[in-house]
């Protein structure tokens, strides 16, 4: 079969109209936007991307960063001084090198070396952060946003996707979709947009929620709710968005029946991790 007929055969089926309207409360949008984007994007196992260890120091090195450079910088890292001891021990200037496809290798070195010096000294050098798990959520994130270089998207990102705990990494995206839609302020800080956010999700959402949530929301922001131009056509949060009404108007039957009921990974490509 031609690529552009299988393409066109792939397309899914219209959403069916949202069950909110453009004037529902922040948290009936923000469940709203839970529930379609679940069954557009699909339920995810809260499953960790990478070990704890390297999504703490992951998230330094990918500050203002591209992906790619992120891992080519975790990758030399790891050659160069062989283990977290190595890398503690460095002298900072090869480290600096060793990292130097990220944004600021100059202040994340010194950084990565202060936070493997706090990581020794609460594990006994073991490096292992799985008594993470059993410490109560607050305690948890104050351990990790005093040292430094580590906010409360680093912080959340580890003890939701490594540890389960009931918290909610807000990033750019996940805060643009958001202010967008209507559930969010648009004075909101993303900083302070974690609390504001988790105290309208949770309860009911759990620890899996909640990272369904945050997954399918950057997802979004990255995929769909672009920064300049967003494709509104492609989104199934159009029948109660804010931008969306403010815009174009109220979305009408015809433009609901033909959005797309889920993402189409063969015509518009895989999603990243
Ligand atoms: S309708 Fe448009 S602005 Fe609103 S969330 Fe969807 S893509 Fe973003």
Known sequence: MPGNLRRRATVQPAMPVPAVSYAASPAEKAFADHEIL??????????????????LISTVLSHRTTHADEELAYDRMLEAFGDWPGVLGAPVDDLIYAIRTTRWPATQAPRIQEILRRVR????????????????????????????????????????????????????????????????????????AHAVLLALLRPPLDAEGLFNFHKHNYWHGQQICFFLHPNCPRCPLKGFCQYYQEHFGEATPEALAATPAAWDAAAWGKLPH
């Open 38 to 55: 679940d069954r557009f994007y699909g339920h995810l196992p809260p499953v960790a991307r990478r070990t704890p260890m390297r999504e």
């Open 121 to 192: 000294a609460e594990t006994n050098g073991s490096f292992d952060l799985d008594f993470l798990a059993s410490w109560p959520t607050e305690r948890a994130m104050t351990w990790l946003t005093d040292m430094p270089g580590i906010g409360l998207k680093t912080a959340s990102l580890l003890l939701l996707f490594s540890y389960h705990h009931p918290v909610l990494p807000v990033d750019a995206h996940v805060h643009r979709v958001a202010q967008r839609v209507g559930f969010l302020g648009p004075k909101v800080s993303v900083e302070k």
